[in-house]
């Protein structure tokens, strides 16, 4: 099993910049892709951005140009840094860990971390 700590939301003006980590609870399994989901209220859960192992990244075209994933592999953590803030940002932000051991695909999520966006 793995546990996922998220930490770094909160409330920040338009425009303003939040940093989000999520570190696994285990550093001795492979994670084939770490990545990032948000949920506002009345939607649906939506990907905002993921990275493999190997470093290759996708971005949501919401947020492509204003936020940058990056991953330790060492570690097991993964960054989110959210640059110029808008309101429709506001979600409760879930760290995902997908791996695949044989022929079997894991998920895991995080508790959720609350991201604001309000004047």
């Known amino acids: 099993q793995v546990q996922l700590v998220e930490s770094g939301g909160g409330l920040v003006q338009p425009g303003g910049s939040l940093r989000l980590s999520c570190a696994a609870s285990?550093?001795?399994?492979?994670?084939?892709?770490m990545g990032w989901y948000r949920q506002a209220p009345g939607k649906q859960r939506e990907l905002v951005a993921t990275?493999?192992?190997?470093?290759?990244?996708n971005y949501a075209d919401s947020v492509k140009g204003r936020f940058t994933i990056s991953r330790v592999n060492a570690k097991n953590t993964v960054y989110l840094q959210m640059n110029s803030l808008k309101p429709d940002d506001t979600a409760v932000y879930y760290c995902?860990?997908?791996?695949?051991?044989?022929?079997?695909?894991?998920?895991?999520w995080g508790q959720g971390t609350q991201v604001t966006v309000s004047s």
């Open positions: 995902n860990a997908h791996r695949v051991v044989a022929l079997s695909e894991y998920d895991y």
């Open positions: 285990r550093s001795d399994l492979s994670i084939n892709a």
């Open positions: 990275i493999t192992s190997g470093g290759s990244v």
